[in-house]
């Protein structure tokens, strides 16, 4: 980071250097430009002037003389407007009145005093007198009368300048030495935040420990760098307990079982001394217990893969997937799944996770409704339709004449639960013919599935929200202590854990609802069993991370 921060010091400083640089060239050329035009026009105007007035009358070379004790000649009048030297020739080109200093005396100076014709002009652009330099001309007063040489300094004029130019370059010198400490000071007050934030990365890379703070302040992209960093080191950090958890939480309930099939493996080596009933619960444990190993297994990488949310994201139905999974539970179970939908229940999500999710709560309620006498019902609560939909208070089965949205009056899936048969997406004459199974809105109000909607869902504003989907049954029931924990993964109630599973199947459901920007809740159902279920946010999933 001191390598950013030199550059931004030395990048300032440069462009400080350059625009100071720049200005100061032109400001000083400008000003010696117009110095050194006004002096030259101030000495051709007073050369002009001695011209016109000799041209115009009669003098002579002691009008110019500096014995004027009222000093109001013509010399006064040269000298008081341009601050000249004036030297004065008689004739014959004699000295009459040197100048202070005294000035250089040609021949031609003295040509020019002899010379016949009034305003005669010699000039010359340079001499040196004692060591200055000026410019100097020579006027005649005509008619050999002599005259009158004038000389104007400049070379004070170019040691102002150079003293000016001079000061021009420390000046661009301390501009440029100020610029560059400002520069330090800005790039370091700007480069700070990120200083920090690389020392918070620096030490996630040595230390390995992804729970160290990253300091924010401010709204600008740094404190948004640091923000989305610091969300970063959240979730990778809480992916980290999650995944140390389930490997420990994975260990200790694999342990059980494995402890179990090692023990029975090793009583298969005496299996000949053992009397046939011995032998027929040998061979049964070792069933069991392999078979429980088998979906252990299996939801743990249902869970994993739950976590990794590589399926893609599609629009789908919640309806059409109940309906899927009521199927595939009749076929498994041979028990009566009653599906009922009210509203729209369209959403963007994954397909296969959710199905996933809805599978283990029906098979779930299978489990413990040990009786199989009421019917298990799915209930998927969606948002009213708008224009152009049909949806009344209750839309009934799905399949049967409440899937009027989907153009199909009878799906087979209906409350009878009397096979696996089909009709999804058929038309009205399947579903009405279709054996009974698409009954339609009526037989579903009054069937299985009565009631679905107001014990689960309660008084849900179906306006806004997400979709719901609920799962009921009539078995034992949940007890309050367990209604908080019953989604924590292996977690078993005291009265479930007699029977066969590993704990996993409602996390499985949580990770799934949580993903989906939903989350999982379980209830008490009025008159016996349980309503469990989940919600699933309309924009798809992680929509509450968006943005």
């Known amino acids: ?156 004029t170019e040691d102002l300048l150079r003293q ?51 300091p924010v302040t401010g709204y600008d992209e740094v404190a948004r760098l640091g923000r989305s960093f610091d969300r970063m080191l959240g979730r990778l950090a809480q992916s980290e307990e999650d995944q140390r958890r389930l490997v420990q939480d994975a260990g200790h309930e694999l342990r059980t079982p494995l402890t179990s099939l090692r023990t029975n493996i090793s009583m298969l080596r005496r299996i000949d001394e053992l009397p046939p009933a011995a032998r027929e619960e040998l061979v049964a444990d070792l069933a069991l217990e392999s078979r429980e190993l088998t979906d252990l297994v299996n939801e743990l990488v249902d869970l994993a893969a739950g976590q990794s949310d590589t399926e893609p994201v599609q629009p789908l139905d919640l309806a059409d997937l109940a309906a899927d999974v009521a199927t595939l539970a009749r076929r498994r179970t041979g028990r009566d799944v ?43 609560l969606g948002r009213p339709f708008g224009a152009g939909g049909e949806a009344g208070a209750d839309d009934g089965p799905v399949g049967g004449a409440a899937a009027s949205r989907r153009g199909a009056a009878g799906s087979g899936r209906g409350t009878d639960g009397r096979g696996p048969g089909a009709g999804r997406g058929a038309e009205a004459r399947r579903g009405a013919e279709g054996g009974g199974r698409g009954a339609g809105t009526r037989r579903g109000a009054e069937g299985s599935g009565r009631g679905a909607a107001a ?30 924990r019953i989604f924590d993964r292996f977690y078993r109630a005291a009265d479930a854990r007699s029977r066969p599973g590993s704990g996993l199947g409602l996390s499985i459901v949580r990770e799934v609802a949580t993903s989906h920007g939903g989350e999982p809740f379980a209830l008490r159902r009025e008159g016996g069993g349980s309503v469990i279920g989940f919600t699933v946010d309309t924009d798809g999933p992680d929509s509450d991370n968006r943005g």
């Not at 007198?129 to 006027?139: E, I, M, P, Q, S």
């Open 338 to 380: 009653t599906v009922r939908v009210r509203g729209d229940a369209r959403v963007d999500g994954r397909p296969s996770a959710l199905q996933r999710a809805l599978s283990n709560l029906v098979e779930n309620a299978a489990k413990f409704d040990l009786t199989g006498k009421a019917p298990i019902e799915i209930a998927v």
């Open 164 to 214: 000016l130019q001079q000061r021009t370059v420390l000046l661009v010198a301390a501009v440029v030495v100020a610029a560059g400490l400002f520069g330090w000071w800005l790039a370091r007050r700007i480069t700070r935040r990120l200083v920090r934030l690389a020392g918070a990365a620096e030490d996630v890379a040595r230390t390995g420990r992804l729970g160290i703070q990253v």
């Open 1 to 156: 980071m001191s390598s950013l921060r030199a550059t931004f010091t030395v990048s300032f400083a440069a462009v400080a250097a350059a625009v100071t640089v720049l200005v100061g060239f032109l400001s000083y050329g400008a000003a010696a430009r117009l110095v050194r035009v006004d002096q030259q026009t101030v000495f051709e105007q007073v050369v002009h002037d001695l011209r016109e007035q000799v041209r115009h009358e009669k003098l002579t070379a002691s009008d110019f003389t500096s014995s004027d004790p009222d000093h109001d000649g013509p010399r006064d009048d040269i000298i008081r407007t341009s601050r000249t030297a004036v030297q004065v020739f008689g004739p014959g080109g004699a000295v009459v009145d040197p100048g202070s200093p005294r000035l250089p005396a040609t021949a031609d100076d003295r040509r020019i005093a002899d010379s016949a014709k009034a305003g005669e002009l010699l000039e010359r652009k340079e001499v040196e007198v004692a060591g200055d330099r000026y410019r100097a001309a020579t006027v005649s007063l005509g008619d050999g009368r002599g005259a009158v040489q004038i000389a104007q300094e400049f070379s004070d």
């Open 455 to 484: 014990e689960g869902a309660g008084g849900t504003d179906l306006g806004r929200g997400p979709v719901r989907v609920e799962v009921l049954d009539r078995g034992p029931g949940i007890a309050d202590g367990d209604l908080v």
